[in-house]
C-alpha cells in the first residue's frame, strides 16, 4: 500500500482515541475537568467531541480583594473535610499567615462540606492566594488599607467618563444624587472649588442634556425628579443655577401631570419638587397617594417608590405624620425581611437568585434600610453582597464592575467608604 498522509492521519486519530477510550482519563469527573466522547461515522470517519466542565476553585474568594482593618473569609468546599490553611505571598510564595478551617458543615445536597476560612487578622498589605490541602488554591487577591475607597475612587472615574460622554441614564443619574446625599462627606473636591466633583460631573451632565439639540432632552418624572433633587443638593454651591434648575423641573412636571395616571415615578417626583420648593400643592399631590400606601406592603420593591419614600422622610417642609410613620415601618419591615432572605441569595455555594441586577437592586433596598435604622447586621450582610458579586460565589465569577450599573455599585461601596472605621 503507498503512503498516504490522511490515511496515516486517520490511524493515529483512531488509535489516540482507542487509548483514551480505555484509560481513566475518557471517564474522568468534573472535578479533573475532562471528559472526551469519540464516535464514528460514516467511511470511518472519527468525529472527537470534547466536553471541558468549567472549572472553578474549591477556595472561594472576593477577587477584587479585602479591606485591611476589615473581615476577610473565604469559604471552602470539599468532598473531605479539611482542617487548616494557608495564606500565601503571590510574589514571594511565602506562607504569611496559617489558621483552621471553621465550621465544615456537610451538604447532603451537594455532598460536599463547606467551610470558612478566616483570616481578618492579617492586615498586610499585598497581593495572595489561599492554600488548603486536598482541594488545592485560591484565585488571586489584594489587602490594602484603603481597599474601599480606592475602588469608590475608581468608580467615580467612570461616572465622569460616562456623564461626560452622556453615556449615563437619568435612573443612574437618581442614584448619584441619593448616594451624593446621604454619604456627602466622602465625595471628594479634587479641584479645590468647594463643590464635590461628582456635583459637578452630573452638572456637566445636565447642561449638555438641557442644550443637546441632537439628542432629545428627557421627558419623563425621572428627570423631573433628577433635576429636582439636583436644585436641592446644589443649592448651597449655586443659588442661581440651581433655580434654574427647580424651575425647569417644575415646568416639565406641569406638562407631563395633566396626562398621567397616579404611579411610582411621579410620586417620586412629587417628593423631590414638595422638599426642594414646598408648595401646596405638591404637599397635596403627594396624599392622594395616602390611600395606595395603606395596608399595601409591596410598594416599595420599586425604586421610584423607596426613593420617594426616603426623600419624604428627609423633607423638612410640613408632612403628614402617619405617612411618614408607614414609610418607616416600611422600609424597617423591607429591611428585616432582605436580611432573613439574604443567606439564601447570597450564599458562595448554594446561592440561589435572580441575577446581578436583582442582586444590587435587593442590596440597594437594605442600603436604604441600613441609611435610616444604622444596623451593624446590615452593614456585614451589604459586604457580603460586594463579596458574592466580585468572586466569591460558586462560579467564581466576578460581575464587578463591568455586570451591573456602575452607579449601584457606587452607591454600595460609598455606604461602606462612610462606615469605615465604625464598625
Not at 122 to 142: A, I
Not at 288 to 296: G, I, P, Q, T
Not at 368 to 389: G, K, W
Request: glycine content about 6%; hydrophobic content about 35%.
Amino acid at each position: 500500500m503507498k503512503y498516504n498522509r490522511k490515511y496515516a492521519a486517520i490511524l493515529s486519530l483512531l488509535f489516540i482515541v482507542n487509548i483514551i477510550g480505555n484509560t481513566a482519563c475518557g471517564n474522568t469527573s468534573a472535578e479533573t475537568g475532562h471528559v472526551s466522547i469519540a464516535d464514528m461515522a460514516m467511511e470511518n470517519t472519527p468525529i472527537i467531541n470534547y466536553t471541558i466542565p468549567t472549572l472553578t476553585p474549591n477556595v472561594l474568594v472576593d477577587q477584587q480583594g479585602y479591606a485591611g482593618d476589615g473581615e476577610k473569609q473565604a469559604i471552602v468546599k470539599s468532598r473531605e473535610p479539611v482542617e487548616s490553611f494557608r495564606l500565601i505571598d503571590k510574589e514571594s510564595g511565602e506562607i504569611v499567615y496559617r489558621g483552621k478551617v471553621k465550621q465544615p458543615e456537610y451538604n447532603e445536597d451537594l455532598q460536599l462540606y463547606i467551610g470558612t476560612v478566616d483570616f481578618t487578622e492579617y492586615t498586610s498589605e499585598g497581593s495572595f492566594y489561599l492554600e488548603c490541602d486536598r482541594v488545592g488554591q485560591s484565585l488571586s487577591f489584594s489587602i490594602k488599607e484603603r481597599y474601599y475607597e480606592e475602588l469608590f475612587k475608581a468608580l467615580c472615574e467612570r461616572v465622569h467618563e460616562s456623564c461626560r460622554e452622556r453615556s449615563i441614564t437619568e435612573d443612574e443619574i437618581l442614584t448619584l444624587l441619593e448616594a451624593c446625599e446621604w454619604y456627602s462627606e466622602v465625595f471628594t473636591d479634587d479641584n479645590g472649588n468647594e463643590i464635590p466633583d461628582m456635583l459637578e460631573y452630573i452638572a456637566d451632565w445636565l447642561e449638555k442634556t438641557v442644550n443637546e439639540t441632537e439628542d432629545k432632552e428627557p421627558d419623563t418624572m425621572t428627570y423631573v425628579a433628577v433635576l429636582a433633587k439636583f436644585s436641592y443638593l446644589y443649592q448651597k454651591y449655586d443659588v442661581q443655577y440651581a433655580t434654574q434648575c427647580l424651575q425647569h423641573a417644575s415646568a416639565i412636571y406641569t406638562k407631563l401631570a395633566a396626562a398621567s395616571g397616579r404611579d411610582a415615578e411621579k410620586f417620586m417626583a412629587l417628593t423631590e419638587l414638595y422638599r426642594a420648593a414646598g408648595l401646596p400643592s405638591y404637599r397635596s399631590q403627594i396624599l392622594e397617594y395616602k390611600e395606595f400606601f395603606k395596608d399595601n406592603t409591596s410598594y416599595l420593591e420599586e425604586t421610584a417608590y423607596l426613593y420617594g419614600s426616603m426623600t419624604y422622610l428627609a423633607t423638612r417642609q410640613s408632612v403628614d405624620i402617619d405617612l411618614c410613620t408607614a414609610f418607616m415601618e416600611g422600609i424597617r419591615d423591607q429591611g428585616e425581611e432582605l436580611a432573613k432572605r439574604s443567606g439564601k441569595m447570597i450564599d458562595a455555594v448554594t446561592s440561589v437568585n435572580n441575577g446581578t441586577e436583582d442582586l444590587l437592586k435587593r442590596a440597594e433596598e437594605l442600603a436604604c434600610a441600613n441609611y435610616i435604622l444604622y444596623s451593624y447586621q446590615y452593614t456585614e450582610i451589604l459586604e457580603d453582597f460586594l463579596h458574592y458579586l466580585m468572586g466569591r460565589n460558586r462560579d467564581s465569577v466576578c460581575y464587578y464592575p463591568e455586570e451591573g450599573k456602575t452607579s449601584d455599585y457606587l452607591l454600595l461601596i460609598a455606604q461602606q467608604v462612610s462606615l469605615t472605621g465604625k464598625h
